[in-house]
């Protein structure tokens, strides 16, 4: 097969993988449909079984690493984590909106750091709704709070978002110094966020209130947090004691799964769908479909457009493209599009600066990108009711600031 | 005389003892809430963006709609229990603004409370929703302020002479 019919045979497969994932058909799932992808892909030799054989031993490590996360944020949830941190906004917050935004963001930031963004987004944004209702306020910025931090939050650590843990094999960095150079774009890329939100929602925030009873002091899961402070330390001296830190994801995993399985609390079968194999499937299948695209031209596209400097233009310029490219295919498969180039021909910089763009870029639509926003308004789904003009204006409004402090804070941390 | 009052969460109160005290002993009263759905979209749409993961059950249980449906029985109950008067409840959900005008069909007087800047007299103590509903009520307005009102004193002075009136606020 012929390099550009290579390539377009893996472009259309992606593509198709792509609208599967988005659209979502009754009967045919992500993880078929992109397995099914890359194994045709194989079969016509779009890419040859050493070359998936390559992709799939360099997203292994990965998608451990992804399933052990999974199942300790899992074991938080039956922990109580994620009920006691709604006891600690409700009691933190006296009675106050704005109070409660502020605890809804520095919670929600927490926990998308630690546990990532889907923690943020499937655990603990229905006790941020619940706690809004029982506290009798607003739930619409505390809301809109757990979307865009779940984003914009997820700079942080390796294990904030799967884009990280994919870039963190390529980046060569520690996992300390990953956080030491983003903990500075993370705090700017918040701040940008709490500064619009107060503007944006000073209706919903400011209105006058009949104080509340005070509510019960919240019961902190001990077992829980002592397992996270663990696999954090441990990732922390990863580097010190040379021990991958995927190692203490999995020993942190084991340590709040085991006692659940003997206490029976939680079934094999339970903590099996908690891992969520489909989705692990999906993102090795991704990952052979993507390199397919790759070896057969993507990467040199990709190389002719995406700046390789350190220089703050360059940086800038990076994490701009990234979020436009997030944005058009969603920011899975561009993080696995830009991240083999930015590291082969820039190092850490860049490749920070790519992290920045997709993480922060989905917050520009409410769904993740605009083809599924695109797909989601054609089928007409449910949650197009929202008033489209007011979410992409607060994305408009935080996104464009956002990328441009976080990356000019990336700058800085390198320079130092 | 039929009435609707309209409260919303924040200042549910304020508007219930407006009520009680304003409206003649043989009024019938509307106690009425509209849960906005949009969060409940917003955090659907959340987990939209989570490509290739939690692959949504369409059997699974509304959870946040049974939330906010209980919140504002919850809220409903304790107004009329406040109001201390017999009471229809009515709860709707949907785009607020549209649902209380819909509500306000036949009704002579709607009570509802300012929801935006309380610091200042003007325009800005109305937000966008509550300025639809005063917009298009069909019905006579009763508009509270929450708390007690601003002075005087907070209107900006009025322009030089010769200046063209202010325009009405935009319409939202």
């Known amino acids: 097969m012929t390099d550009g019919l290579a390539l377009a045979a893996a472009l259309v497969v992606l593509a198709a993988t792509l609208a599967v994932a988005v659209t979502r058909p009754p009967h045919v799932s992500e993880a078929v449909a992109a397995a099914t992808g890359a194994v045709l892909l194989v079969v016509v030799g779009a890419i040859g079984l050493s070359g998936a054989d390559h992709a799939l031993r360099t997203l292994g490590p990965t998608v451990g690493f992804l399933a052990a996360m999974l199942l300790i944020a899992d074991g938080c949830r039956r922990e109580g984590l994620f009920d006691a941190m709604g006891a600690v906004m409700a009691r933190g917050s006296g009675g106050s909106p704005q109070r409660l935004l502020a605890f809804v963001f520095v919670i929600a930031a927490a926990i998308t750091a630690v546990l990532s963004l889907d923690a943020t987004i499937v655990l603990l944004t229905p006790v941020v709704f619940a706690t809004a209702a029982r506290m009798r306020t607003s739930a619409r910025p505390q809301v809109y709070a757990c979307a865009h931090l779940a984003n914009s939050a997820s700079l942080l650590l390796p294990v904030s978002n799967l884009t990280n843990l994919l870039a963190f094999h390529a980046s060569h960095l520690s996992f300390l110094r990953f956080a030491a150079l983003m903990v500075l774009p993370t705090i700017a890329a918040v701040a940008v966020e709490w500064v619009v939100f107060k503007r944006f929602f000073a209706a919903d925030l400011t209105r006058p209130r009949h104080a509340g009873a005070r509510p019960a002091r919240p019961d902190l899961p001990r077992f829980a947090v002592a397992v996270l402070a663990f696999t954090l330390a441990g990732f922390a001296l990863s580097s010190v004691v040379g021990i991958e830190p995927v190692w203490f994801a999995a020993v942190g995993a084991a340590a709040i799964t085991g006692p659940a399985l003997a206490r029976r609390t939680a079934t094999p079968v339970a903590l099996a769908r908690a891992a969520e194999p489909g989705f692990l499937i999906f993102v090795l299948a991704l990952g052979v479909i993507v390199q397919a695209a790759s070896v057969n031209g993507l990467d040199s596209a990709v190389r002719a457009v995406l700046p390789t400097g350190g220089s703050l233009p360059d940086l800038l310029a990076i994490a701009a493209l990234s979020a436009v490219f997030a944005n058009l295919v969603n920011n899975l498969p561009a993080t696995l599009m830009l991240i083999p180039v930015a590291a082969a021909t820039g190092g850490a910089g860049p490749v920070l600066a790519v992290l920045i763009g997709v993480n922060v870029g989905p917050n520009l639509t409410y769904v993740g990108s605009l083809a599924t926003l695109l797909w989601r308004r054609v089928l007409r789904a449910e949650d197009t009711d929202v008033e489209l003009g007011e979410f992409l204006r607060l994305g408009a409004l935080t996104v464009p600031a956002a990328l441009v402090a976080a990356t000019v804070l990336l700058w800085l941390a390198l320079k130092a | ?172």
């Open chain 2, 1 to 172: 005389m039929r009435a609707l009052v309209w409260i919303i969460e924040d200042t549910w109160q304020a508007t219930i003892d407006e009520a009680a005290q304003f409206l003649p002993g043989d009024a019938e009263i509307t106690l009425l809430h509209v849960a906005s759905t949009e969060p409940e979209a917003v955090a659907r749409a959340a987990r939209h963006g989570l490509l290739g993961r939690h692959p949504p059950r369409p059997a699974a249980p509304k959870e946040l709609q049974a939330i906010s449906e209980q919140a504002a029985h919850e809220l409903l109950t304790d107004a009329q229990e406040r109001l201390g008067r017999p009471a229809n409840l009515q709860a709707r959900r949907g785009r607020v603004e549209r649902e209380v005008v819909a509500a306000a069909d036949g009704i002579d007087i709607l009570i509802l409370a300012r929801d935006g800047d309380r610091d200042c007299l003007g325009p800005r103590s109305l937000g966008p929703v509550t300025r639809f509903v005063i917009d298009h009520a069909p019905c006579g307005v009763l508009l509270i302020w929450p708390d007690s009102a601003p002075g005087l004193s907070t209107i900006p002075p009025p322009p030089p002479a010769g200046t063209p009136p202010p325009h009405p606020p935009p319409h939202s």
